[in-house]
């Protein structure tokens, strides 16, 4: 999967979901509002060791800056 497909995947996901990758990140596996879920799909799906990514629950960029 490019990285430009990951992105997407991602962006279209509702926030706050946890996205399961299989190893080689090539494809989704699984998904679900918690961690256990997204784990329990990719196991369902044949994958033991997925690579596991959670959205953001806001996409707007952070500014920081140190505080004086």
Do not use: H
């Amino acid at each position: 999967m490019a990285a430009e497909e990951r992105v997407r995947v991602l962006r279209e996901a509702a926030p706050g979901t946890w996205i399961a990758f299989s190893e080689d990140e090539s494809k989704v596996v699984g998904c679900g509002s918690t961690y256990e879920e997204a784990v329990q799909q990719a196991a369902n799906a044949g994958v033991s060791d997925p690579v596991l990514i959670k959205t953001p629950s806001d996409w707007t960029p952070l500014v920081l800056s140190p505080c004086a």
